[in-house]
C-alpha cells in the first residue's frame, strides 16, 4: 500500500525546486490584513505551497489501493546539496518565526523528498500545534509516521487518522489509508465499509471509484475465503 507514498514523495520534489526558494525569501509574519495580503507575505507564501503541491499529492491519494511503481517518478533536475542547503536555511529561519505555518508545511514536505521521516513527524507536529483541528494535517502526519516505523500505521499513525476522520468524516485519504490499515490485519468488514464510504461521493464511471470498487471485490472475496464462504 506504499508505494504511493513514496512517489508522492518524489512529485513533490520537482514543486519543492520552484516555492521552496520564495518561501525562504519571504518576510517575516506579520500582522494585519494589509501585511498578511503583501508579496512575499504568509498568505502569498502558503497558497504558492497549496497550488503547488495540492495535485501530486493528491493524485497519489488516488493510486493508494494499487500501488505506484518508483519507476515511474521522473528524476530530480537539481544537485542534492543543493536541496538539503535550501531546507537547511528554511530550518534555521523556523527556529526565529515558530508560528509560520507555510514554512513548517514546506519543512516538512522537504523533510519528506529527502526521506527523512523523523525530522518531517517533528515539522508535521509543529504544523499540528499551529492547526489542531486539521484532518489533512493530522493524516499527513499519520503518513510519515508511518513510514519512519517502517512503512507501518498501526498503533499511533492509525489513531491520528482515526482523529483526522472524527474532524472530518469525509476525508479521502484518511478513509483510503484506514482501509488499507484495516486490509493489511485482515479485518476486511472494516476495509470494505472504510473504501464504500469513498465510492458513495463519487460517480460510478470514476476512475478512483472504479479501482477503489475493485479493491473491495477483492476485500469481499477474502472475507468470505476466511468465513469458509
Known amino acids: 500500500m506504499w508505494p504511493f507514498i513514496l512517489s ?15 518561501l525562504l525569501r519571504s518576510a517575516p509574519v506579520s500582522t494585519g490584513e494589509q501585511a498578511a495580503d503583501a508579496a512575499g507575505s504568509p ?12 495535485l501530486p499529492l493528491g493524485a497519489a491519494a488516488v493510486q493508494l489501493l494499487h500501488g505506484w511503481p518508483l519507476a515511474s517518478v521522473p528524476p530530480p ?13 528554511l530550518a534555521e529561519r523556523l527556529k526565529a518565526q515558530p508560528d509560520d505555518v507555510a514554512g513548517w ?3 516538512a514536505r522537504s523533510y519528506e523528498t529527502q526521506r527523512r521521516f523523523d525530522r518531517a513527524v517533528e515539522a508535521y507536529q509543529q504544523l499540528a500545534r499551529l492547526l489542531p483541528r486539521d484532518a489533512s494535517v493530522l493524516t499527513d502526519q499519520a503518513v510519515a509516521l508511518g513510514m519512519s516505523r517502517d512503512q507501518r500505521l498501526s498503533g499511533e499513525p492509525e489513531k491520528l487518522l482515526e482523529q483526522a476522520l472524527a474532524l472530518e468524516s469525509d476525508h479521502v485519504q484518511a478513509l483510503a489509508l484506514l482501509g488499507s490499515a484495516a486490509f493489511e490485519r485482515a479485518d476486511y468488514p472494516r476495509a470494505i465499509e472504510l473504501w464504500q464510504r469513498i465510492v458513495s461521493r463519487l460517480p460510478p464511471d470514476d476512475e478512483m471509484a472504479v479501482s477503489i470498487a475493485q479493491s473491495i471485490d477483492k476485500a469481499k472475496a477474502l472475507a468470505a ?3 469458509g464462504g
Open 8 to 22: 508522492a514523495v518524489g512529485m513533490t520534489i520537482l514543486a519543492l525546486l520552484f516555492v521552496l526558494p520564495m
Open 43 to 54: 498568505r502569498a507564501t502558503r497558497s504558492a505551497v497549496l497550488l503547488a503541491l495540492a
Open 77 to 89: 533536475t537539481i544537485a542534492p546539496q543543493n536541496v538539503d542547503a535550501m531546507v537547511q536555511r
Open 105 to 107: 508545511r514546506m519543512l
Open 225 to 227: 475465503k476466511a468465513s
